[in-house]
């Protein structure tokens, strides 16, 4: 088998009725679990998230190929999303490699194929997680260290004359708006 899709994020916007929510990536499942996927539902207006919970939120149908083989598979929310609402479904692939080979014998061809497309899946999982991340250009000499706790404790992130991160003099401003609330 090949991995195609070259993405591990998928999101819709809430309708209030639609349910089943169907990735266009396949992912690995554990028999009744699906640890490599997360599902959040996010309020359009404030950005605001919760991670949903397996069983209680939400089940996967018919997919999520257990080892040896990933699948496609659907999620069904337990409510609908409402139209005030995103869901964002992510596949972030556990790092365990399980494959052992046996000394002698035959080759197992279709364990060694799984444990490459993991790695794969793998691969565009962090890919994803780097494209949204904080980066600074390649060519940019500047660090991207942070300052320690204690010394960016209550400040705000700047940047100074020469580009470098610090923390800047200025205190966390007491009046904030309703968007900005929840992060400080």
């Given at each position: 088998m090949t991995i195609s899709n070259l993405t591990n994020t998928y999101s819709v916007d809430g309708d209030g009725a639609e349910v089943d929510f169907t990735p266009p990536y396949k992912f690995f499942s554990t028999g009744t679990n699906y640890p490599d996927i997360q599902v959040y539902l996010r309020t359009i207006a404030t950005g605001f998230e919760v991670l949903q919970t397996y069983t209680t939120h939400y089940t996967v149908l018919a997919g999520g190929g257990g080892d040896p083989t990933p699948a496609t598979g659907?999620?069904?929310?337990?409510t609908a999303p409402?139209?005030?609402?995103?869901?964002?479904?992510?596949?972030l692939t556990g790092q365990l490699q399980n494959l052992s080979f046996p000394v002698g014998g035959?080759?197992?061809?279709?364990?060694?194929?799984?444990?490459?497309?993991?790695?794969?899946m793998r691969s565009i999982d962090r890919e994803g997680e780097i494209d949204r991340a904080l980066r600074l250009p390649a060519s940019d000499?500047?660090?991207?260290l942070l300052p320690n706790s204690?010394?960016?404790?209550?400040?705000?992130?700047?940047f100074d004359s020469t580009g470098e991160l610090v923390?800047?003099?200025e205190?966390?401003?007491?009046?904030?708006?309703?968007?900005?609330?929840?992060?400080?």
């Open positions: 659907t999620i069904r929310m337990v409402a139209t005030t609402e995103e869901i964002h479904i992510v596949r035959e080759f197992p061809a279709a364990r060694t194929e799984s444990a490459l497309d993991r790695a794969a000499p500047a660090s991207a204690s010394d960016r404790a209550s400040k705000l992130l700047a923390a800047s003099s205190s966390v401003p007491a009046a904030t708006s309703s968007f900005m609330s929840p992060i400080l």
